[in-house]
Each structure stands twice: as C-alpha cells, then as structure tokens.
C-alpha cells in the first residue's frame, strides 16, 4: 500500500485566503535611542484597485496620525 503525503497527513494542496480588510499600524520611534515612544493602528480595505487601495490607506494613515498624542503639531504628509 502506497503512503501519500507526511506524517502528519495528506498534502492537500496551498490553502488561498482571501482578504477584504488589513491591519496599519504606524510606529513612532525617538531617533536617538529608537525606542517606542507611541503605536497607532487602523484597519483598511484591501481592493485589486491600486488607487482605490492607495485612497483608503492615505485616509487610514491619517485617521491614525490624527490620533498621535503631539496631533495639534501636524507634520505635512506628502500627497
């Protein structure tokens, strides 16, 4: 009798997940000493539309930087 796979069964093939929605997360560091200093995260739609994606990453990022603690002095985010 012929044994397929491993032991630890038959290999059935890769597994294809497909997801609709993404984790951000934006990491601020003291240049100095590279430490943590604040950690924000938000959640995206993930489209095949590379613009459509790349709109809702831009409101994402900014929806977390609005959060940033140090907010009322924004630094300029390019377009």
């Not at 943590?36 to 930087?65: C, F, H, M, N, P």
Request: hydrophobic residues 40%; charged residues 25%.
């Amino acid at each position: 009798m012929e044994r397929l796979g491993t032991p630890l069964g038959p290999w059935l093939g890769p597994t294809v997940t497909q997801y609709t929605q993404g984790t951000v997360i934006v990491d601020v560091f003291d240049p100095k000493t590279k430490d943590l200093l604040w950690r924000g995260q938000g959640v995206a739609a993930v489209s095949d539309d590379e613009q459509q994606y790349e709109q809702e990453l831009k409101k994402t990022v900014a929806a977390i930087v609005d959060k940033f603690p140090a907010a009322g002095n924004k630094v300029a985010m390019t377009p």
